[in-house]
């Protein structure tokens, strides 16, 4: 029995590996560099169940002029990297179609449904326990304007998601988060998100259980044959599997071109800043919603950050970003130190209409991917594993997530 390969040692990847061995398939993940901090390991940590909106939806493009007058402010361009992210702008102005918004919202809500279960059936596979939290999450509006251009999108998430909101004032908002102080004009409150104590901490424990079935190695091709499908490795060494699953962040796109198939992949970056020892105490995050970042309490510290940088895959980070969010919280949360911490980039792996794509090879059902989840691949590792699991043993994937749509 040749077994099954994952390629991408992420959080997708590893939780489709633990989802399968613990199935009782002989599984193989290859992770390119297990060292390195790639988005899974220095996320938020939330577990964002009631963000089931896409990200691009008219409200969000007409702010989008106003956001990139700011170099530092929540969505930023690497403008010399336009041309090679054209095709994926093109089609994300597509996707802000109204009834696109709606059926893409009504897509991640069928898959969020689940996705608490998923979470607790993958913790008891792998061996996982006591780092799910629910701890609800505070968004703060600058001012009541934009306080009401929100109200759309929660009314929108309560009725294809089915997760309640409680609009709060600066004052009930301060008897929740005792650390906050002004600089906002209202706030909303929505019991639904859960959190991990630690994104790394998962990941680590994903890795942990799979043990030395987690290879390190980088794949150079995916390249299907009669007997199998074969996994090349970039040391010209090749092993043939059943079936394997492409798992591999935004670097999938590269296999997914090999195997002649075509997808719209690109990096919305993210920065952050964690502090070990922060003098705030928050019970649960605090999302800045005009200034699209958050302040996550996980157990290696307050973390700081989010936004949105679209660049090159490679282009050097700009760690100003992760500065300047951190002042922009100490708005919010003054007791936060000026300095100290460390600093951090991520590439969340973006399609333009934010689904995922989990599905099999439209020619060839040996091989599944599962990448593409942008803001909320910790969110829905779970379910994803779940489906591609079933996926392999032929069970059909819900269609909006296939990689049928980009041919
Ligand atoms: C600032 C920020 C905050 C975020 N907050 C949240 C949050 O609160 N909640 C949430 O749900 N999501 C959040 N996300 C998104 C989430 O982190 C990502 O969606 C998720 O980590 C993607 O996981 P992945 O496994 O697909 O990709 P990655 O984490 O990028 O992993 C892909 C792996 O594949 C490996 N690889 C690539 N190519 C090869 C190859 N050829 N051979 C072998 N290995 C290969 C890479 O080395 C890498 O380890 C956040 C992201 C950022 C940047």
Not at 51 to 63: K, M, N
Request: hydrophobic share 45%.
């Amino acid at each position: 029995m040749a077994g099954i390969a994952i390629i991408g040692g992420g959080v997708i990847g590893c939780a489709t590996a633990a989802w399968l061995a613990a199935d009782g398939h002989e599984v193989t993940a290859y992770e390119r560099r297990p060292e390195d901090r790639y988005a899974s390991a220095g996320n938020a940590g939330m577990l964002a169940f009631p963000e089931i909106t896409p990200l691009a939806r008219p409200g969000v493009l007409t702010s989008v002029p106003r956001w990139l007058m700011d170099p530092l402010g929540p969505l930023a361009l690497r403008w010399r990297d336009l041309p090679a992210l054209t095709p994926w702008l093109l089609r994300f102005l597509a996707a802000a179609r109204a009834e696109q918004v709606e059926r893409s919202t009504a897509a991640l809500g069928g898959l969020m449904r689940s996705a608490l279960d998923d979470h607790q059936e993958l913790a008891r596979r792998a061996g996982l326990s006591g780092h799910l939290r629910q701890t609800g999450a505070i968004d703060l509006y600058d001012t009541e304007a934009s306080f009401r251009a929100a109200l759309p999108e929660w009314e929108l998430r309560r009725r294809l998601g089915g997760h309640n909101f409680e609009p709060l004032t600066p004052d009930q908002a301060r008897a929740l988060v005792p650390d906050l102080a002004g600089g906002f004009a209202r706030a909303v409150l929505c019991r639904a998100y859960w959190m991990v104590d630690s994104p790394l901490g998962v990941l680590q424990g994903l890795r942990r259980g799979l043990g030395d079935r987690l290879v390190a190695g980088t794949v150079a091709a995916v390249e299907p044959g009669a007997d199998g499908v074969s996994v090349r490795l970039a040391d010209g060494t090749a092993r043939t599997f059943d079936k394997v699953v492409v798992a591999a962040g935004v670097w999938s796109r590269e296999i997914v071109r090999g195997l002649g198939l075509k997808v719209t992949l690109e990096t919305e970056r993210g920065y952050n800043t964690t502090i070990p020892e922060a003098p705030v105490r928050l019970p649960m995050p605090v999302v800045f919603a005009d200034h699209g970042f958050v302040a996550s309490p996980l157990s290696d510290g307050l973390r700081i950050g989010g936004a949105v940088e679209l660049a090159a895959v490679d282009a050097p980070a700009n760690l100003a970003r992760a500065r300047a969010l951190r002042r922009k919280a100490r708005r919010y949360l003054p007791a936060i130190q000026e300095t100290g911490g460390t600093e951090w980039m991520g590439r969340r792996p973006s399609t333009p209409d934010s689904l995922p794509v989990i599905g099999p090879h439209p020619h060839d059902r040996r091989i599944v991917f599962a990448f593409g989840h942008g803001h909320l691949g910790l969110t829905l590792s779970a379910t994803t594993a779940r489906l591609a699991a079933g996926l392999l043993s032929g069970t059909p994937a819900p269609a909006p997530f296939g990689i049928e749509r980009f041919q």
